[in-house]
RNA sequence: GCCGGCGUAGCUCAGUGGUAGAGCAACUGAUUCGUAAUCAGUAGGUCCCCAGUUCAAAUCUGGGCGCCGGCACCA
């Protein structure tokens, strides 16, 4: 007899061998039908596996949360088998579960086609109609690696030949087909259902290097119902729907052509949402104590060779050349321009910390197919500072920093920020006792900073550690956006020093930090979290003075004056059009606030105040009207 | 950069070798209307670009550019 504890803390005993499913059965009927695998000890298996005595286990239903991981990659196995039915000669390489759904890697000459998908999904769904039991077994490495290079699968050989030797070779059985794979898997392929879908195919590079082979990668979707699958489908176009790249078009912002590929032609009504943006932010660096510099365009190379860019990032950096054969590259970032102001004049440990803020525009040649939208394009703008400190500084201005970073991102509504922390990597610049130091005061302030962080072990920059900042939107997709990095090495190269307390010559540490990351990159997330729908203050157009007849054009023009003189972005809409119609253009292009007149209002003096989205108005006096929408469309910077 | 798909009116798309189309938007006229589409009419195209095949190319072939979905990259 064996004998295994229950979530519940009960005690089961069963005879010896005795499998999950022997287990699920034991307790009850109906769970034994919904039972797919077994938590044993905190780890997933198979329901047909032997059960050791005195393990903790729990029952995995079709139900669990655990289940979508099972589900998802039993319907890449489906996927594979379907795949090698059809077109035969076709390799598997891996296929896992990913959010949402799975994928799976196939090399083969010709490229599947769209109706390709269709066909082999019809022969996924056979084959999970087959409902054919999926089986464990062990083999031997060698024998594993032979079998599979006899049938022409060099990728699963050469897989195996890479396990670490400790591992066990695993492969999975369905009927007639196999393959290499850790498990664990449902009870058989029936459990995947039928609310799967294959979405797309598409390139990926074998075991993601860009040296290596490009497989071709089919993408798709697997739910516990169809009412999920179909759920699942309406989150897709309603994602669509707010595309900033598609929004950017209806609401008049910005467009992109041919003729400028990455870089943007910023419509009058996108510039004014920018040089929003730009103003708060100039009020709350100015308020955290930073001064806004600008420098150059064109910088000769020379800079960006001793800066170490030239080296590293040359083929992404735009040049020009002069008639005395002089190379000048377009800025790629203004590091190196910020410390060439630092270096003018002696600077004193009195004058630390020096928070140096530029919003620069920079240009980098990204390859073509990184290119997307406005979020990943070749000429953009940072948010970009510098902090030229004392090593025992940073702790502090990283906790200030912090704090600042949060209220902006509050500002924009955005309330849910993770943090990232990412320390030394293997190739890197300094003294590991300066990366202890620096390391420790990192962590010592974002800890001060009361802020949750994960570690990202070895993926810090090359001169120093770095904290990532990734906003949450409103659909919870994640966005990498603020960074802040310790840097000792940058200083150094280019030979940035102050006057210490003891009259020697020190180099300051950098701290290089960014909030929205880029404008336009922001202003894209800003456009997709709202749907298009931004918050009064940074609307583009705040308020639509519409009227209802043209006996209301004079005083619709007078409240479109108060309006103006308020300070209030506004427009008037006199035309010869009826109310709805005016109603649905205005909700269409988003504007926020409409204050619609007729002879009603003219007389009364008054105004009807429809908000966007809202179907009740309210009439309030004019004077009222623009008073409280002087305060709602105020820019939050508390003046 | 790599793999695949796509490129026709401002937008969404139809058109597969023989006179370039629809809906919406735009423009003009009429309509003066109370909170998400008034009616009628008009105009609009280098069918991405460059070569080639053909009596004839939006359509077939080759090259280029751009966009889209991924992969890789992201100081």
């Known amino acids: 007899m064996i004998e295994v504890i229950l979530p519940d803390g009960a005690k089961r005993q069963l005879v010896s061998g005795s499998t999950g499913t022997a287990l699920a059965t034991n307790i009850s009927k109906s769970l034994a039908k919904k039972a797919i695998a077994i938590k044993q000890n905190g780890k997933l298996v198979d329901l047909a596996l032997e059960l050791t005595d005195g ?50 890697d196939f090399a083969r000459e010709q490229p599947f086609t769209p109706y390709d998908l269709e066909i082999i999904q019809k022969r996924m769904k056979e084959i999970i109609d087959r409902n054919e039991a999926f089986i464990r077994e062990e083999w031997d490495r060698q024998e594993a690696i032979k079998f599979f290079e006899s049938k022409g699968e060099v990728y699963k050989a050469e897989l195996i030949q890479d396990l670490p030797e400790s591992e066990t070779i695993s492969i999975y059985r369905q009927g007639e087909w196999l393959d290499l794979c850790r498990g664990p898997h449902m009870p058989s392929t029936g459990w995947v259902g039928a609310a799967f879908k294959l979405m797309s195919v598409a390139g990926a590079y074998w075991r ?32 669509e729907k707010r595309d900033h790249r598609r929004l950017g078009r209806e609401m008049d912002l910005f467009h992109l052509q041919e003729e400028a590929a990455g870089s943007i032609f910023w419509h009058a009504k996108g510039w004014t949402l920018y040089r929003q943006i730009e103003a708060y932010m100039r009020h709350r660096l100015e308020g955290a104590g930073y001064f806004e510099v600008k420098t150059p365009q064109l910088v000769d190379r020379a800079l960006w060779e001793a800066s170490g860019h030239w080296d590293k990032f040359r083929e992404n950096m735009f040049t020009a050349e002069t008639e005395d054969e002089r190379i000048l590259a377009l800025k790629p970032m203004n590091c190196p321009c910020h410390v060439q102001i630092f270096r003018q004049g002696l600077k004193s440990y009195r004058e630390l910390p020096m928070r140096m803020a530029e919003f620069g525009s920079c240009h980098r040649n990204e390859p073509s197919g990184s290119l997307h939208g406005i979020m990943r394009v070749r000429a953009f703008t940072q948010d970009d500072a510098h902090i030229f400190a004392t090593e025992n500084q940073i702790t502090s201005e990283c906790k200030e920093f912090c704090d600042l970073l949060l209220s902006i991102y509050e500002d924009f509504g955005f309330t849910e920020v993770r943090v990232k922390f990412s320390d030394r990597p293997d190739v890197r610049a300094g003294e590991d006792s300066v990366w202890d130091k620096a390391e420790t005061a990192l962590m010592d302030a974002v800890n001060a900073s009361g802020l ?26 994640d966005w990498q956006c603020g960074t802040f990095q310790v840097d000792f090495v940058l200083p150094e190269r280019l030979g940035a020093t ?99 007149v007729g002879r009603r209002e003219a007389i009364e003096g008054t105004v009807a105040v429809r908000k966007l989205g809202v179907k009740e108005q309210e009439t309030l006096a004019l004077s009222e009207a623009i008073s409280r929408l002087q305060i709602e469309a105020k820019m939050p910077i508390g003046l």
């Open 55 to 104: 393990a903790a286990v729990e029952i995995i239903t079709i139900d669990s949360p655990e289940a979508l991981e099972l589900l998802r990659h039993d319907c890449a196995h489906v996927l594979a088998e379907a795949v090698q039915e059809l077109f035969p000669g076709t390799q598997v390489t891996i296929g896992p579960a990913i959010e949402n759904g799975f994928y799976y």
């Open 208 to 239: 993601g290097d860009h040296r290596n082979a490009m497989l071709q990668r089919i993408y798709g979707t697997v739910w516990r119902s169809e009412k999920e699958l179909a759920a699942h489908l309406t989150m897709l176009e309603e994602a």
């Open 452 to 477: 949750e962080f994960e570690l990202n072990p070895g993926e810090g920059a090359f001169y120093g550690p770095k904290l990532e900042f990734v906003l949450r939107d409103a659909i919870g997709r």
């Open 498 to 596: 102050y006057v210490g307390e003891d009259s020697q010559r020190h180099t300051p540490v950098m701290l290089h930090r960014a909030i929205l990351g880029s404008f336009e990159r922001f202003i894209g997330i800003l456009i997709e979290n709202y749907a298009g729908r931004l918050p009064i203050w940074l609307a583009p157009v705040q308020v639509t003075v519409a009227t209802i007849v043209s006996d209301a054009d004079q005083y619709a023009r007078e409240v479109f004056n108060q309006l103006k003189a308020a300070g209030i972005r506004a427009e008037i809409d006199l035309r010869n059009e009826k109310i709805n119609y005016k109603v649905r253009e205005h909700s269409l292009a988003k504007t926020p606030i409409m204050l619609v």
